[in-house]
DNA sequence: GTATGGTTCGTTACAATATAACATCTCAAT
DNA sequence: ATTGAGATGTTATATTGTAACGAACCATAC
């Protein structure tokens, strides 16, 4: 089912998701660490669209499948999940999402509408390409990066500027 | 009184200090908005080194000064000092560290050191025009940004290397 | 088989971070 | 004196995140 009542960009979500869980399956195979079904429901909850999600709310929403859910319960799974690389925690909304890039390990930004909330990842090459000289200019060697942009999303700016037809 | 016993990039504290408390007097007056003694007094705490001060430790610290602060005291000295552009949140500490320079409103990025705890604000031009390149592609209009980059600061890789001689 | 050990999970309790709501105070402008 | 805006006091609570310990599971070695 796709998210058609919502209006960021349209894309074959079931078919985004379906690829993002079954890449994630056969990576946690190829590395020898279990996705269990605890696991994997998080995983599914966080895919269920392009927002980013609240630890409590994946809590909430876990809680009819796995009723002994507990806090502990979903922090133990989102470690996983990022240990594994398969979701990003954005640090200036305490909230997590899903990555649309599991093979390859980019340093990405993330462009976080506030409109819509989807949550867009992307790569930015020339920007990872400044950034490293900023590093060697500080001397500064990095480990982890929060890139966190906050603003209003190419969909939502069209439709703002679209109003409807009746 | 400058900070020698923390080995981050000497420098003459006190005078950055100095520096940084006159000019948010002078702005605020400038602005026509109050600094008062709480304000004052956070400011001074955030303001003590170049570490990144949670909530409730500036709390702890204010209580001499100020015995009936209670948490929203300090979230709304907090809520002032950033509105002022005083100082910024840092997103992936839930943390706050003084701004560093108050005059010009620039978008900057954070090297947050693991080590010695010193946050560095940086204006990084190259990362900056990189990034709206990056926000044209996207479509997206920026409204705030966070990046924050943890690491290794210049200061400690060298003195990670120069063992103390005795 | 059963011991051993690593990983995962259940459970309780709590720590840490942040906000809501409403009362009170202050002080300048009228 | 009165009023109104901004700042603070105060209580309560919401939200986010961890610590700690025991039980269950399961593969491997003895």
Redesign the pocket.
Known sequence: MTNSTEHPAPHNHSLCINTALTLAAQLCIERG??L????QQVLELIWADHHAV???DLLERIKPL?S??????I???LDFLREQGFIHRVESL?AFVGCTDLRSIHEQLLLICKQCENVEERHADSVMQALRQEFALAGFTAHHQAIEIHGICATCTQSNNTPPLN
Chains 1, 2 share one sequence.
């Open positions: 660490v279990q269990t079904a605890i696991r609240k630890a409590y796995q002994s859910a507990k806090p502990a319960t922090y133990r799974a305490n």
